[in-house]
Nanobody
Framework: QVQLVESVVGLVQPGGSLRLSCAASGVIFRILSMGWYRQAPGKQRELVADITTGGNINYADSVKGRFTISRDNAKNTEYLQMNSLKPEDTAVYYC??????????????WGQGTQVTVSS
């Protein structure tokens, strides 16, 4: 059974930094990408950043230059380093692993979600 467990370390004042971690357990075949999404109150869940198995990295325009996604394959862990945080970054952040099922249709595993609040 696959589980994604998130954790967060850091202060949350505007201009500050946080690092999110997501450790994956279990075996996942045909991984498409690993990434982070967020959902603010009253808004749809949106992609923050992801890394495809081919090594392509995508960032939402709103976080480019401030957030950095990375992964440690040996530890089955992905990270999201968030710098220069703004109040509009406040949201629940979810780690994600996208994969192809046996019919090559997309499936998703999700972390439990971590509340990030940026406020003075």
């Amino acid at each position: 059974q696959v589980q994604l467990v998130e954790s967060v370390v850091g202060l949350v004042q505007p201009g500050g930094s946080l690092r999110l971690s997501c450790a994956a357990s279990g075996v996942i075949f045909r991984i498409l990408s690993m990434g982070w999404y967020r959902q603010a109150p009253g808004k749809q869940r949106e992609l923050v950043a992801d890394i495809t198995t081919g090594g392509n990295i995508n960032y939402a325009d709103s976080v480019k230059g401030r957030f950095t996604i990375s992964r440690d394959n040996a530890k089955n862990t992905e990270y999201l380093q968030m710098n220069s945080l703004k109040p509009e970054d406040t949201a629940v952040y979810y780690c994600n692993i996208a994969f192809y099922d046996s019919h090559y249709l997309r499936g998703d595993y999700w972390g439990q979600g971590t509340q990030v609040t940026v406020s003075s």
